[in-house]
């Protein structure tokens, strides 16, 4: 049975930092590309970044460019987002997502995120984010 875990969100002031950590069991990690979501109320579910089995290949949604840092470390099943300069309007429920896909190429990771078409989602951890 798969099962996707995330942690570390919470409430910080803007300007600040948060990590997120997604551990996934019951699959083999690195067979795997793996992606942060969110969704603010009100608003529809954005891919924010991605990442590749091998970690060599990632995206970014534009309005996190700069900011937030995706990485993986297989060892550990474990996928992580580092958010620096954190604005009030990246306050949303963040998902972690797994899809077995072994193309590493920039079009291929960067559709299935902008698609959301991921096979295993995690419950989801707030992020808030205050003025």
């Known amino acids: 049975q798969v099962q996707v875990v995330e942690s570390g969100g919470g409430l910080v002031q803007a300007g600040g930092s948060l990590r997120l950590s997604c551990t996934a069991s019951?699959?083999?990690?690195?067979?795997?590309?793996m992606g942060w979501f969110r969704q603010a109320p009100g608003k529809e579910r954005e891919g924010v970044s991605c990442i590749s089995w091998r970690g060599d290949t990632t995206y970014y949604a534009d309005s996190v460019k700069g900011r937030f840092t995706i990485s993986r470390d297989n060892a550990k099943n474990t996928l992580y987002l580092q958010m620096n300069s954190l604005k009030p309007e990246d306050t949303a429920m963040y998902y972690c997502?797994?899809?077995?896909?072994?193309?590493?190429?920039?079009?291929?990771?960067?559709?299935?995120?902008?698609?959301?078409?991921?096979?295993?989602w995690g419950q989801g951890t707030q992020v808030t984010v205050s003025s």
């Open positions: 019951g699959l083999t990690f690195d067979d795997y590309a």
């Open positions: 997502a797994a899809v077995e896909i072994l193309e590493r190429t920039i079009p291929v990771v960067t559709s299935t995120c902008l698609s959301g078409g991921y096979v295993y």
